[in-house]
């Protein structure tokens, strides 16, 4: 089994998606002891450049458990203490969140948080997924709540941003949305942010963290949100496993309460169908999620194995902002920008790169 195998598998196991150990992994913890750590080392690595080492760490525990299996020491601490800085991590934004939520709150304002740490309920070890910034919204009251924080608190806020405002709670970032998507970038994400200022009004889901009450979106928002966002990002700078493992465990939690339809003409309108099926496909035959809940979708194997090559290649794709290195770098997401919009790669890439331009010219 080669170093991708080990950390599929131990990927899966951690994500609580498989709960039998492979044979091949107790084969591996009992074999050559030098292999055996240049291989976990090499699957350390991947972890890292995937998003979530923890996770993947949970899977290794798994393994452990199974038998009298050892590890490269050193490797072993590095790997714990990722551990523990997810959970320094993870205890750190909740006490933010319920800091902010009681401010809002005590003002008479509602704050839903998107995506994020609204996730970490659905992985087996919810302070295990790491966190960066928070996202949040204030069912239009944005300025208000800009305000006080300015005012009663003095937070500098940012307000010169693409969708959002910006500041900083416990050296936390928190993106504050006037706009759910970015809808300078792309035509078709005014469909999907119209969709979603509607839906984040209904049926919204309450929560308690610390002393503040947080709003949670409906599975039908999070739904065309988690697309939506997958989708942009894979355009972009690419995704990696652990954003693509937020969607299935949403999924695996809540596809039966989603308005597949409404996700479904979304997708058929901004042409993003490509993508809405090596995304489904994945989540089924890759991650192993049962499709009792999910609609029928025609399956497209070359899509996938894309989307998975694209995911363990982009962070080696070219960066800078050199013309030479936008040009490199738009010979790279060509392929990638066709499985997700219908708009030619050329005037994505201009108008995303003028957008940038932009904004690093008011920085």
């Given at each position: 089994?080669?170093?991708?195998?080990?950390?599929?598998?131990?990927?899966?196991?951690?994500?609580?998606?498989?709960?039998?150990?492979?044979?091949?992994?107790?084969?591996?913890?009992?074999?050559?002891?030098?292999?055996?750590?240049?291989?976990?080392?090499?699957?350390?690595?991947?972890?890292?450049?995937?998003?979530?080492?923890?996770?993947?760490?949970?899977?290794?525990?798994?393994?452990?458990?199974?038998?009298?299996?050892?590890?490269?020491?050193?490797?072993?601490?590095?790997?714990?203490?990722?551990?523990?800085?997810?959970?320094?991590?993870?205890?750190?934004?909740?006490?933010?969140?319920?800091?902010?939520?009681?401010?809002?709150?005590?003002?008479?304002?509602?704050?839903?948080?998107?995506?994020?740490?609204?996730?970490?309920?659905l992985y087996p070890v919810p302070n295990h997924r790491p966190l960066g910034d928070i996202d949040i919204w204030l069912f239009g009251d944005l300025e208000k709540g800009d305000r006080?924080?300015?005012?009663?608190?003095?937070?500098?806020?940012?307000?010169?941003?693409?969708?959002?405002?910006?500041?900083?709670?416990?050296?936390?970032?928190?993106?504050?949305?006037?706009?759910?998507?970015?809808?300078?970038?792309?035509?078709?994400?005014?469909?999907?942010?119209?969709?979603?200022?509607?839906?984040?009004?209904?049926?919204?889901?309450?929560?308690?963290?610390?002393?503040?009450?947080?709003?949670?979106?409906?599975?039908?928002?999070?739904?065309?949100?988690?697309?939506?966002?997958?989708?942009?990002?894979?355009?972009?700078?690419?995704?990696?496993?652990?954003?693509?493992?937020?969607?299935?465990?949403?999924?695996k939690r809540d596809a039966s309460r989603v308005d597949w339809p409404l996700l479904q003409e979304l997708v058929k309108k901004s042409g993003c169908e490509p993508f809405y099926r090596a995304v489904m496909g994945l989540s089924v035959y890759f991650f192993g999620l049962p499709s009792e809940h999910l609609p029928?979708?025609?399956?497209?194997?070359?899509?996938?194995?894309?989307?998975?090559?694209?995911?363990?290649?982009?962070?080696?794709?070219?960066?800078?902002?050199?013309?030479?290195?936008?040009?490199?770098?738009?010979?790279?997401?060509?392929?990638?920008?066709?499985?997700?919009?219908?708009?030619?790669?050329?005037?994505?890439?201009?108008?995303?790169?003028?957008?940038?331009?932009?904004?690093?010219?008011?920085?």
């Amino acid at each position: 089994m080669d170093n991708f195998g080990v950390f599929t598998r131990l990927m899966l196991l951690g994500l609580g998606l498989s709960e039998e150990v492979p044979l091949a992994l107790k084969d591996l913890m009992s074999g050559d002891e030098a292999q055996k750590n240049r291989c976990l080392q090499a699957v350390y690595v991947l972890a890292q450049e995937q998003g979530f080492p923890s996770v993947v760490y949970d899977g290794l525990q798994k393994v452990f458990a199974e038998g009298n299996y050892s590890m490269d020491e050193d490797l072993n601490y590095d790997w714990f203490g990722t551990c523990l800085g997810a959970e320094m991590a993870y205890a750190a934004q909740e006490k933010t969140l319920s800091f902010l939520a009681c401010f809002y709150q005590h003002y008479g304002m509602k704050m839903m948080l998107l995506k994020g740490f609204g996730l970490c309920p659905l992985y087996p070890v919810p302070n295990h997924r790491p966190l960066g910034d928070i996202d949040i919204w204030l069912f239009g009251d944005l300025e208000k709540g800009d305000r006080l924080l300015e005012e009663k608190l003095g937070i500098s806020v940012e307000k010169d941003k693409e969708h959002h405002t910006v500041f900083t709670v416990n050296g936390i970032m928190v993106e504050n949305h006037y706009e759910f998507i970015n809808l300078k970038s792309h035509k078709t994400n005014r469909l999907f942010h119209d969709a979603l200022e509607k839906l984040g009004r209904e049926n919204p889901e309450r929560v308690q963290v610390g002393r503040g009450e947080l709003i949670l979106p409906s599975p039908t928002f999070n739904a065309v949100f988690l697309f939506r966002h997958l989708a942009q990002h894979y355009m972009g700078g690419g995704i990696n496993f652990r954003q693509l493992a937020d969607w299935v465990l949403f999924l695996k939690r809540d596809a039966s309460r989603v308005d597949w339809p409404l996700l479904q003409e979304l997708v058929k309108k901004s042409g993003c169908e490509p993508f809405y099926r090596a995304v489904m496909g994945l989540s089924v035959y890759f991650f192993g999620l049962p499709s009792e809940h999910l609609p029928a979708f025609e399956r497209a194997p070359q899509w996938e194995e894309q989307v998975v090559q694209d995911m363990l290649t982009d962070n080696a794709a070219v960066r800078g902002s050199k013309l030479s290195d936008r040009l490199a770098r738009f010979r790279h997401q060509r392929r990638k920008i066709r499985l997700v919009i219908q708009e030619s790669a050329l005037m994505t890439f201009l108008r995303t790169g003028l957008q940038s331009i932009k904004y690093n010219a008011k920085g």
